[in-house]
Structures are given as C-alpha cells and as structure tokens.
C-alpha cells in the first residue's frame, strides 16, 4: 500500500469519526495522545497532542478512567467505561473503550480508544423513562377512577369482538367478556339493539349515542351508550371504542318520580274531596261564621300536621307514636301529666294516619271543651296494643277525673269522623262509650292498614 492510499483511508477513517460523533485517539505508555479525531477536527487534536489527562481535563471522573487506561497496558486486556466531562458548553456523556496497542514484538505500547458521545441517547432515555411514568400514572387513575364509578370503557373489532373492557358489563366480568360478542354475551333479542347500534356506527363511520335496556343475567339493567369508530394511522377501520354508563338507579328514580306524580295527583284530589267534606260537616254543625271559621282552621291544621309527619317519611308511612304526640303537642306542652301515652312501635298507612290523626283533634277537641282535658284534675291515657294472631291493633282513648259524661241528643262532627269516617276509611271497629267517668273511644285497626316495619 502507498503513503498516498494509506493517508486516504486515514482521512475517511476520520472523515467517519466526526460524522459519527465518535473521538478516537490513541496515548502511549505515558497516556500523552499521539494521535486524536473527532469531531473537534484539528485545531481540537493539536490542543491534544503531546499532553496526558491529567494536562488536560479536570474532571472527578477523570481519574477512575487513567486507573483503567493503565490497568489496560499492565494486562494488555481492553475494557469499556462511561465517563462524564465537564465540556465548555455542557456537561457530557462518553461510552469509552479502550483497547492495547501491540507492538511487533507482541508488547504493549499505548492504548486505542474510542469515545461515543452519550448524552443526548441518556437524555432521551431518561425523557422515555418519564413519559412512560406519567402514562403509567395516568393509566392508574384512569382505571381507578373507572373502577369507581358506574363507567365501563370498551374496545371491539370489525366482527364486533371485545378486545378489551375496564370493569363488569350486563353483569359479566371482564374475562367472561373478552373475545366474545354482544350476541353472544346476550342471547336473541336481549342484545339486538345494542348490535343494532354498533353496526350502524360501524357502516356509517359515525359516533352513535342510545340509552338501551338490557336483560342481563343479574336483572333488567339500563346503559347509557356512547360509540365511536375506531382508525389506525392510515385511517382505516378497525373496529370500536365505547363507554357504557349504568343508568339503572336513574330510570328507576325517573320511574318512581313518576309514580309519586301519579300518587300525588291522586292524594291532592283525595286531600281536596276531604277538605270539601270537613268543610260543609263544620257549616253544617256551626252556628255563625266565626265559630265555622274556628273549627274549620283547627280540623285544616290537624291534617296538615299528619301530612308533616308523612312528608318527613318520604309518605311511605307514619309512627303511631309520633301522630299521637303531634296531634296532642298543645296538651303535652301546657299539663305534661294530663296526657299518657303507652303502646309499641306501629307504622300506619298514609291513608291511616291521615284518617286517624283527624280523630285524635276531635276525641282532644271534645276532651279540652267537655272531658278531662278542661279540668286541670282530668286525665287522658292513650294506649294500643295487638290484636290477636298479628291481625293489626286496637288503639284506647280512656278519659278519667273529668266532669261526668252522659251521651249526646244528637251527633256532631266529631262523632262522625271518629265513628263513620274511621270505620269506613280503615275497615275498622270503632265504639264509644260514654261512661259517667269519662269517654271510652276503642278502635280496631286491621292489618291491612299498617305500613312495613310494624315492631
């Protein structure tokens, strides 16, 4: 080979060095650089020439790499390291290897080193490795928050197979349904419309919404679907994405709103028809128009009361106990000892308690104007208790140390709401006993009038 070929390959060697951004040089036994490239070009090699590490750099690092440099001459072993260099313009990464130079007579003369500038492959691991964090994180609160609501997110194919799920589905859990499809999942027509909706997002290319209800296993459930396509990078179809939002409470409480709608234009008109009533029986059995306008207000103002005790139940039912005291509180206020009050915990039907809370103003009503309750000395026990073989209640009304009692020559409207009304209202035994002691009122209440969670 000729000097001229010779220098040629040196300058494409080097030519290749700086392109790479790979230095290499080579140090003789004394490590002073006999010969250096890079991408520094000359004017960095000729800074380089004739002198050692320790001339040049200042870096800590620097030491443990003379260390391996002469390790590599005494074993004549090559040996790779990493070493940072505190650059002008940067701090600066190298992979290093280090290989002996032989001389022909087989002993080690220098070494032959190649430096590859590592700094921006570890910046852009270090940014991987951040980025792949943060989507880790990300993905971790997304699936907990998932899990914590009524959300399911979904994936299908073109043939409509779940490629993936995020939680339970028409009552399936996610295993059940991977691999599987919607006719499969839900058999005949119990999944027809949910196909139906994913195949036309499928045709069209196109986002569908439906709230769809479903006959699962677990029950009639309701969803709330969002669908959408699903394109790779070239903007083919490859299936869909979805999320499917469980409803059920909703329609349930949109069904039960509606029923209670229902209820309360039936209860309003009841309500109305009663008050008509209590309206031309008050007219009827007053004298003048204030001592109509009197009775009238007070029998208006003990219904609202049991309708305040059955509005805090949410009108599923009203406390025995409770109504008593309501429609007593004016007594129990002003003489506590006057009234007692004795018997088990008894829920009674909204129609119940509105019928029984009437009766309870007018046996007060009477008791304050002709009984026991117009003396300071009277005293009024009221008390219930079961009837046999749990076939509903009997309620107790007993006046004692009042003025004497005699029947009245005619029948008031008291009389008629605790008589009449209560017997045709609840189905029950209403008698009244107008004893010389004191008024004695039995009513007989059947089961049929008593709300869920009689103790």
């Known amino acids: 080979m000729t000097v001229r070929e010779s220098e040629d390959i040196k300058s494409r060697f ?25 991408p520094g070009g000359d004017e960095a090699a000729l800074r380089m020439l004739g002198r050692t590490d320790d001339e040049l750099w200042s870096s800590p690092e620097q030491q443990s790499v003379v260390a391996l440099k002469r390790r590599v001459l005494a074993t004549g072993k090559p040996a790779d390291c990493e070493v940072s260099y505190i650059m002008p313009e940067r701090r600066a990464l190298y992979a290093m290897h280090i290989e002996p130079l032989i001389s022909s007579d087989g002993a080690v003369e220098g070494v032959l080193c190649t430096a590859v500038d590592m700094s921006r492959i570890r910046s852009l691991e270090s940014e991987q490795r951040r ?4 989507v880790a994180t990300a993905a971790q609160r997304f699936e907990f928050a998932l899990r914590g609501s009524n959300v399911a997110v979904f994936t299908q194919d073109t043939d409509l197979r779940y490629t993936s799920v995020s939680k339970s589905l028409f009552g399936l859990e996610p295993q059940v349904i991977r ?20 195949t036309d997002a499928l045709e069209a290319g196109e986002p569908r919404n439906a709230e769809l209800r479903v006959e699962a296993d677990n029950g009639v459930r309701w969803y709330d679907f969002h669908i959408e396509p699903m394109r790779d990078v070239s903007g083919d179809l490859i299936g869909l994405t979805g999320a499917a939002v469980d409803i059920t409470e909703r329609k349930e409480s949109e069904a039960h709103l509606r029923l209670l709608m229902r209820e309360l234009t039936h209860r309003s008109k009841n309500l109305l028809a009663v008050i008509q009533a209590m309206a031309r029986q008050t007219a009827r059995h007053s004298g003048s128009i204030e001592t109509f306008l009197e009775r009238f207000s007070a029998r208006v103002q003990a219904l609202a009361r049991s309708h305040d005790l059955l509005v805090q139940e949410s009108w599923h039912g009203a406390s025995l106990k409770e109504l008593v005291r309501l429609q007593l ?5 002003r003489e506590p000892d006057q009234v007692s009050i004795e018997g088990p915990d008894v829920r009674l039907k909204p129609e119940a308690a509105q019928s029984l809370g009437l009766a309870l103003h007018e046996l007060a009503a009477n008791a304050a104007k002709h009984g026991a309750l117009s003396r300071s000395t009277g005293r009024v026990t009221i008390s219930w208790q079961p009837l046999p073989e749990n076939s509903g209640f ?11 009692v005699s029947a009245p020559k005619r029948r008031g409207f008291g009389s008629m709401v605790i008589e009449h009304n209560l017997t045709r209202a609840l189905d029950a035994e209403v008698s009244l006993d107008f004893a010389s002691e004191g008024l004695i009122c039995r009513v007989a209440v059947p089961k049929n009038q008593l709300a869920a969670g009689v103790c």
């Open 329 to 333: 509180a004016y007594y129990l206020d």
């Open 179 to 198: 691999g599987r499809t919607d006719a499969e999942l839900l058999t005949d027509a119990r999944g027809a419309a949910i196909v139906a909706l994913k």
């Open 394 to 404: 009997e309620f107790f009304w007993r006046e004692t140390q009042g003025p004497k």
């Open 131 to 134: 980025m792949t964090e943060n």
């Open 14 to 38: 080097e030519l290749a060095f700086r392109g790479g951004n790979i230095h290499a040089f080579a140090q003789d036994r004394d490590l002073r650089y006999t010969w250096v490239s890079g």
